[in-house]
C-alpha cells in the first residue's frame, strides 16, 4: 500500500497546493480562490524515501483533512480531481465558500 512520492508530489501540485521546501521536508499548503486554507501535508525529500509508506499515509491523509486511506490514496494518485477534493472538504466542514453579493 505505498503511493509513489514523486508522484504524489506531482499529483497534489495540480490540485491546488502550493510547494514549499524547507529543510529536510517539501511541505505543500491547499490553496483555494487565492487563499491558504491552512490545510497542508509534508513529505521528506531524502533519496531514501521513494515511496509513500502506510503509517505516512495515514499521516497525510489527517494532515489533508480526508476520512480514510482510500481518498489519501485517490488524491495523491490521481483519480480524485481538485473539484471533487474541494467538494469533499466542504461537505466535511473543512472549507468555507464566501459568498459574493451581487
Do not use: W
Amino acid at each position: 500500500m505505498k503511493v509513489d512520492r514523486k508522484a504524489a508530489e506531482k499529483s497534489l501540485k495540480k490540485k491546488g497546493f502550493r510547494r514549499d521546501v524547507s529543510g529536510d521536508h517539501v511541505y505543500f499548503f491547499h490553496v483555494f480562490n487565492g487563499k491558504e486554507t491552512g490545510i497542508k501535508t509534508y513529505v521528506s525529500h531524502s533519496a531514501k524515501y521513494r515511496d509513500i509508506g502506510p503509517d505516512n499515509l495515514k499521516s497525510m491523509m489527517r494532515q489533508l483533512r480526508l476520512q480514510t486511506v482510500h481518498e489519501a490514496r485517490d488524491l495523491l494518485e490521481c483519480p480524485m480531481t481538485a473539484d471533487e477534493y474541494n467538494n469533499l472538504l466542504r461537505k466535511l466542514g473543512h472549507l468555507m465558500v464566501e459568498k459574493t453579493e451581487y
